[in-house]
């Protein structure tokens, strides 16, 4: 279920195997939540390019796709815990759940003004300007200041959201960069609870923003987002570090939107009783078992079970892809 | 006329009496100052008038409670109304029997003496009044019946938790409900020997005799117990929860009078906290009850523990424990004012926190010009809810209305949060700053988009202009025809946040303005039913994930007709259901600038 990367690696090496594989994606295309990016952490590679790449796995002979499938049915075929399952209206041995996240919806923290005031964008919303190269201010200039905020309903008690989406610390950073790419002289304000750069390059990334692109990083939360009558956001922070209450106005105030599990993952993982925390999916155990579930021949891999990068779903995928081959072995 | 056996009653009507009136005389010497002017200044007046109504209401027909439910209205009815009968009955009865006079006793134990003494003489109406003695007694004996079923199983009598009761409690119970069954018994034994009583009476003294009981020996024992019976529940009544039958009538006179609790406690306090039945009604609506089933800290206990000194340890983690949301308040019979008690407890255990130098920003606080102009107070929630500032200014727009969005860029909260916690003088010193830059402005009307500032503005501030929530301005502007609406296609349901409604008694105005905008679905728990939204600033204990079950109920109740909307009228319950995500919300204003043509 999904083709995302997850899904993408695990067919492909599922079919490299010789096992027959129908990938259902719900969308009119695959890797949707690639294909909306201009360049992908750390290293700034083509989005598309890497999309393209991971496309043509899906061309193997062993591998049907079938898109704009919205999965409705998942039950095992039978009392028996190995008889397999159905899927809609097909039979398979093993089903693999990769149905991935979505970000959260910003309307839901209102006090920042989005859907509200021209000027204040989610990341996606970023990413779809950097990637077509036009940068603009609500009223169509280019922007003198942007601002970012970190955490949008992620690490956020009040949304219910507790955890960490792990990867949007990276993004600002990343985007931060790529906006003074395009416009030198903009000011870039990052604002972060703390930076969380765990990822193999990115504390470098971090360190070429500040002293290459001299994009500013603030310790402290934007309590609330206005509107100014010129179309820009007046924002109300607290420099945690310096213990000072702030205001600041900018063109553009950038929502660093957390990853929430989709909808596709919230209601197959009920109907599959793997919901787990958050609505996303939940295996076995984290450490060892990590793509396998308490039923037979149902398996888990990628966003779907948390907040992951591209990198780390491939990886997912191809490992689920081996949990499958080898409970086939052992059948 | 005189027998011994009287002697247990008597004595407990004496103590009762003392105690009562010692009890009375000290709470009533407590009373603080204004309460004291307020009760000399109309202690005479008319006032008496809807006193004396209410209590003959309350205090024996028990109207609301009849309200809350038909067979508990019943059960308290017949205990209290019966027994006052009884009692009134009875003493008419003894004085047309003995023309020469009686002691006081004798109209209590009246079937006892009547064939015994000379002085107790035949009179026209007699085998009348033995009937009615009768079914009076019949009438009590249904209640008491009742109120042991309820005992087993109180959901038909609509509580589903019933009050958990301390030991005096408990004994002066058992006490009570022994009075009627010996009575009728003691009754029914003299009638057996000398044939006299109603028709219940002479058939118990028959069914004593069909046993085989010819002139039964322990008549007068069972006489001895009914007065024993009497004279523990009179002479426990005043440590008990009994006390509430004669406090809930100085209450109702004083509450009539215009008596109103105060910052602390005081002598009235201790009307209000006797005056309480603990009926229990205020613990099942609770939806710290319903949604967390926490059933220890509702009014009825936290009165409990305010009222026992050696329970005092516990009423503070019982006041915090609320979301001061006025459901309780809405549904409890006798009306104790439970949100200022539970303030009153808030500011006792708070006494401590001070911070004499958070407020030295007050001073750098500008003044405002608005003369002629409306002055508008979003509120510091809604300051997190930009949506609605917004459109309320769109409205004051299209009015073409002149106004001063006063905390635009500076502001001062109304001090109501602090309040709520029990900070006293804290919140007093932004309430006189904002007071004074009120009046300062020339302001003509002040509009406020947040519940808690409105509540804030008209109950404890004393401004010199009219305050009105938006949903009562916006009401008068479609009705004066100063903004056009449209009515859309979408379909809403309201909810009543609990400042504003229960809080503030404004139920109509939001949904006249709903109707003039889309289409207004009912739900089946609204206006003063309505649930709280689980994130009032009323509970500082609760954590999120709890505040959300809350929640969740009031968005189940409100989601139920599936409307396209959920409207509501406070910015903070506003964000409490879109944080849940469930399905789109907005503000009345915020419907209303979108209708506006
Ligand atoms: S990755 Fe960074 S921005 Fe994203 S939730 Fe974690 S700490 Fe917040
Ligand atoms: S507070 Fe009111 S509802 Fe609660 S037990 Fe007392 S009288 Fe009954
Ligand atoms: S005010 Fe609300 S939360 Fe508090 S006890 Fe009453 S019903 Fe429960």
């Known amino acids: 279920m999904g083709a995302g990367p997850a899904g993408i690696e695990a067919a492909a090496a599922l079919a490299a195997s010789g096992c027959g594989v129908v990938v259902f994606e719900k969308n009119e295309r695959p890797l949707s939540n690639i294909t909306d990016k201009a360049c992908l952490f750390p290293n700034f590679e083509s989005a598309d390019t890497v999309a393209a790449q991971l496309l043509a796995k899906l061309s193997h002979p062993n591998i049907s796709l079938q898109c704009g499938h919205d999965v409705s049915c998942i039950t095992s075929a039978g009392t028996d815990p190995a008889a397999g399952w159905r899927v809609d209206d097909e039979s398979f041995d093993a089903v693999l759940l990769a149905t991935g996240y979505t970000t959260f919806n910003a309307k839901r923290k209102e ?25 603009r201010n609500s009223i169509s200039n280019l922007p003198k200041r942007i601002v970012f905020l970190q955490c949008v309903g992620s690490r956020d008690e009040k949304t219910g959201n507790h955890y960490c989406s792990k990867l949007c610390c990276v993004t600002a950073v990343k985007q931060a960069i790529e906006v003074k790419k395009l416009l030198p002289s903009v000011e870039a304000y990052v604002f972060y609870m703390d930076l969380r750069m765990w990822g193999q390059h990115y504390e470098e990334l971090y360190r070429t923003a500040q002293q290459e692109y001299g994009v500013k990083f603030v310790r402290g939360r934007i309590s609330e987002a206005g509107g100014t009558f010129d179309g820009r956001v ?98 | 006329m005189f027998d011994l056996f009287v002697l247990p009653f008597c004595i407990g009507v004496l103590a009762l009496l003392v105690i009562s009136v010692v009890k009375y005389w000290l709470w009533i010497s407590k009373f603080d100052g204004r309460q004291r002017v307020v009760v000399l200044r109309n202690m005479l007046s008319w006032k008496f008038l809807p006193a004396v109504w209410e209590a003959v ?53 009246f079937n006892y003496f009547e064939p015994r003494s000379p002085k107790v003489v035949p009179f026209a109406q007699a085998p009348l009044y033995a009937a009615l003695m009768d079914a009076l007694l019949l009438y009590v004996l249904s209640g008491l019946f009742l109120a042991m079923f309820k005992k087993i199983w109180s959901k038909p009598l609509g509580m589903k938790k019933t009050t958990k ?21 003691a009754e029914g034994a003299t009638s057996a020997n000398y044939h006299n009583g109603g028709f219940l009476v002479s058939a118990v003294g028959d069914l004593f005799t069909a046993m085989g009981f010819e002139n039964p020996v322990f008549e007068y024992q069972l006489w001895l117990f009914y007065s024993l019976a009497l004279g523990i529940f009179f002479s426990l009544m005043p440590f008990s929860r009994y006390m509430h039958i004669f406090t809930e009538v100085f209450l109702i006179y004083f509450r009539n009078l215009g008596v109103t609790e105060g910052h602390k406690k005081t002598g009235y306090s201790m009307f209000e906290m006797s005056a309480c039945s603990r009926c229990g009604i205020c613990i099942d609506n609770c939806p710290i009850n319903r949604e967390l089933d926490i059933s220890n800290i509702q009014g009825v206990y936290l009165l409990q523990t305010v009222r026992n000194k050696d329970l005092w340890h516990r009423a503070e983690a019982i006041a915090n424990n609320c979301m001061v949301c006025g459901r309780c308040s809405e549904e409890c019979p006798v009306g104790v004012d439970l949100a200022t008690i ?32 409306v002055a508008y107070f979003g509120g510091c929630m809604s300051r997190l809810t930009p949506g609605i500032t917004e459109a309320m200014e769109k409205i004051f ?46 302001a003509t009307l002040l509009v406020t988009s947040c519940p808690i500032c409105y509540q804030s503005f008209v109950k404890e501030y004393n401004l010199n202009i009219p305050v009105m929530h938006h949903t009562e301005y916006i009401k008068s502007l479609i009705a004066d025809g100063r903004i056009k609406v449209s009515k859309g296609a979408q379909s809403v349901t309201y909810h009543d946040p609990c400042e504003l409604g229960r809080g503030c008694g404004i139920y109509e105005p939001p949904r006249t303005v709903l109707k003039s905008v889309a289409t207004l679905l009912p739900i089946k728990e609204e206006a003063g039913k309505s649930l709280c939204c689980g994130f009032n600033l009323g ?59």
């Open chain 1, 111 to 135: 006090e920042l003004g989005y859907g509200i005031y021209p000027g204040v964008h989610t990341s996606l919303e970023l990413e779809q300007m950097i990637r077509n190269k036009e940068i």
């Open chain 1, 234 to 331: 007046q924002i109300k922070a607290e420099d945690t570090l310096l213990g000072l209450p702030l205001r600041m106005t900018s063109d553009l105030l950038v929502l660093m939107v957390g990853m929430e599990s989709s909808d596709g993952t919230r209601r197959l993982s009920t109907l599959c009783d793997i919901c787990g925390d958050y609505g996303f999916a939940q295996s076995l155990d984290p450490h060892l078992r990590d793509n396998l579930t308490p039923r037979q021949g149902l398996f888990v891999a990628g966003a779907c079970k948390r907040p992951m990068t591209l990198t780390d779903s491939v990886v997912d995928g191809r490992s689920a892809a081996f949990a499958i081959l080898s409970a086939a072995d052992n059948k």
């Open chain 2, 57 to 109: 209401r309350e205090s024996l027909l028990h109207w609301r409670i009849t309200k809350h439910n038909v067979i508990l209205g019943y059960m308290h009815r017949s205990l209290a109304f019966g027994w006052f009968l009884l009692i009134v009955v009875g003493a008419v009865q003894a004085i047309l029997a003995c023309p020469d006079g009686h002691p006081f006793y004798v109209a209590i134990f």
């Open chain 2, 165 to 185: 009761h301390n030991l005096t409690d408990r004994v002066t119970k058992a006490a009570l409900w022994s009075i009627f069954p010996l009575r009728l018994l």
């Open chain 2, 342 to 373: 539970r303030r009153q407890v808030r500011t006792e255990s708070n006494r401590s926190v001070d911070n004499p130098h958070g407020y030295g920003y007050l001073a750098k606080v500008h003044p405002f010009n608005a003369i002629g102009r």
């Open chain 2, 397 to 442: 727009q299209a009015a073409g209305q002149p106004y001063w969005y006063v905390d635009k860029e500076q502001s001062i909260c109304c001090g109501r949060p602090l309040l709520q916690q029990g900070f006293i003088r804290q919140a007093d010193s932004l309430r006189r700053k904002n007071q004074e830059m009120f009046a300062q402005s020339g």
């Open chain 2, 539 to 597: 509970n500082t204990t609760l954590g999120v994930e709890q505040q959300a079950l809350i929640r969740n109920a009031a968005l189940d109740n409100l989601l139920a007709p599936s409307p396209d909307v959920v409207a509501t009228a406070c910015p903070m319950c506003k964000k409490a259901f879109a944080r849940a995500d469930r399905a789109p919300v907005m503000d009345v204003a915020e419907l209303v600038a979108k209708q506006l043509v």
